[in-house]
């Protein structure tokens, strides 16, 4: 019996790590490694973010839609989730909220880089 519930409390772990890792993952474009979703479209960061907290909400989430967590992703190193107003959870890196880009087409694609002064690529370390 014992054997069992550690056997499932490892299967448990395994499982929540992997949510984490399915949601983003990294990528190369011109040299540079930067963190993509799952689909392989660039992630960026908003410079009017707080720490912890997104202020990227409506018309703003709309042309930079975030980069959603599952009710049951867990947080996993610098990769952590915060919760928006709009009762979603996102995903964050290093405490900055992450978003895709509406205008990026296809993967690879950075057309958000530096859009008004305040989008940036979000790069691996």
């Known amino acids: 019996m014992k054997t069992i519930a550690i056997g499932m409390a490892a299967l448990l ?3 929540a790590a992997s ?8 990528a190369e474009v011109g040299g540079t490694k930067i963190y993509t979703d799952a689909s392989g479209m660039t992630l960026y960061t908003y410079d009017k973010d707080e720490a912890g907290k997104s202020n990227c909400y409506d018309k703003c989430a709309a ?6 967590a ?3 992703a867990k947080a996993e190193g610098e990769w952590t989730i915060v919760d928006r107003t709009d009762g ?3 995903w964050t890196y290093e405490g900055k ?18 859009v ?3 989008w940036h690529i979000a790069k691996a370390d």
């Open 70 to 72: 599952d009710a049951n």
């Open 88 to 90: 979603t959870r996102m």
């Open 116 to 118: 008004g002064g305040v």
């Open 63 to 68: 042309n930079w839609p975030p980069l959603k």
């Open 13 to 15: 772990l395994g499982t």
């Open 19 to 26: 949510f984490a890792a399915e949601a983003w993952k990294e």
């Open 97 to 114: 909220p992450l978003y895709t880009f509406i205008k990026d087409k296809k993967a690879g694609d950075v057309t958000g880089e530096g």
